[in-house]
C-alpha cells in the first residue's frame, strides 16, 4: 500500500520545503488518498484489502459506513463487494432539512464497520464513531487507508474503544520511499523529527 501512495503521488514528502495543515502545523508530508479513486488497480486493492480485514478481524456486520469525504466511495465499494447496505457520516448535522449527520437507512441493521481514508489525531474519526452510536449503532471498529500512528490517536481510539485497521502507516511509508529513494538518507531525520512531535516540529504556523 505503501508504495501504491509514493507511485501515485497519493503522499509527497518535502522535509526541506514543508506543507501548512489546516491546524497550523508544518509538516513534511502530505497525504491526499482520493488519488487512489483515480487508479482502477489501486482502488482494488484497497477494497478487497479493506473486505479481507473486515472479514477476519470483525466478522460481517449489518452495514458499511464511511466518513465523509475521504470515505465514503471506498466505503461504497466495500459495501458492494460484501453485498451489505451503505450509509455515510457528515463531519456535523446539516443545517436544513432533516438536519442529518448520518445519512442512509438505519433500520437496515446495528452493527457496522467504519471506512475512513486517513487517521492523523483520530478527531474527525471518532466524531464518526461517536454520531453512529447516538443513532444506536454498535461500531465493530475502522478500516483506514493510511495513519500516521500518533501517540494522541492510539489513546484516543482506546478511550473510545474502537480498534483500527490501517493498510499502511507513515514508519512502513517512509521505510519504502527511502527503499524507492522517493527520499534520502540525509532526509530520514527530519521525517523521524516531526513524527516525535509534529505540533512543535518547525514552529507552529499562525494564521
Sequence with gaps: MAEFLLQIKAVKLSPKKPFIWASGWKSPIYCDNRKTLSYPAVRTYIRQQFVHIINSEFGRPDMIAGVATGGIAHGALVAHDLGLPFIYVRSGSKEHGLKNQVEGDLTVGRSVVVVEDLVSTGGSSLKAVEALREEGCE????????????????????????????????????????????????????????????????????A
Design 139 to 206: 461500531v465493530k471498529g475502522m478500516v483506514s487507508i493510511f495513519t500516521y500512528g500518533f501517540d494522541e490517536a492510539t489513546k484516543a481510539f482506546a478511550k473510545a474503544k474502537v480498534q483500527l485497521h490501517s493498510l499502511t502507516n507513515y514508519s512502513v511509508l517512509i521505510e519504502q520511499a527511502l527503499q524507492d529513494e522517493y527520499i534520502t538518507e540525509k532526509d530520514l531525520l527530519p521525517l523521524n523529527e516531526w513524527r516525535k512531535d509534529p505540533a512543535s516540529w518547525g514552529g507552529v504556523v499562525k
